[in-house]
């Protein structure tokens, strides 16, 4: 009989079997989460909601799909995946179009800002001389 106060040693846990361990795309394909984050920080831009993919369902569905089609190699995507990497696509095209017209009106606007900046100057520099 072993003695009073004694327990045994845990032994070590087996491994979970493959079938139980939760899949992840990233690490399967070699996808480092710093590039995955870029690929889909589209998805997460305010600017979709004037393209109207503010409803959660559509970004949603995209951010779902995201993992299991954008980290898998081109040449093995399923029909399916290529699908969602399309339509991701779409999305952060219309997202850079609508930034770099965003650009484009601001710079229009400094430009106008600093044209009407020389005629103040030129008025003001005339109003010291008149003085």
Not at 30 to 42: K, L, N, P, Y
Not at 108 to 130: C, G, N, V
């Amino acid at each position: 009989m072993a003695p009073k106060g004694l327990k045994r040693a845990a032994g070590p846990h087996p491994q979970e079997p493959a079938a139980k361990q939760a899949f992840d795309p990233l690490k399967e394909y070699d996808v480092s989460r710093q590039t995955f984050e870029g690929a889909i920080s589209a998805l997460h831009h305010p600017a979709l909601a004037d393209l109207g993919v503010n409803e959660d369902d559509c970004r949603q569905m995209l951010l779902v799909a995201a993992p299991l089609s954008l980290c898998v190699p081109a040449d093995q995507r399923h029909a399916h995946q290529r699908l969602a990497v399309e339509m991701i696509g779409e999305v952060s095209a219309n997202v850079e179009s609508r930034l770099d017209e965003a650009v484009a009106a601001e710079q229009a606007a400094l430009e106008a800002l600093e044209a009407s900046k020389a005629t103040l100057e030129s008025r003001a520099s005339a109003a010291k001389e008149e003085s």
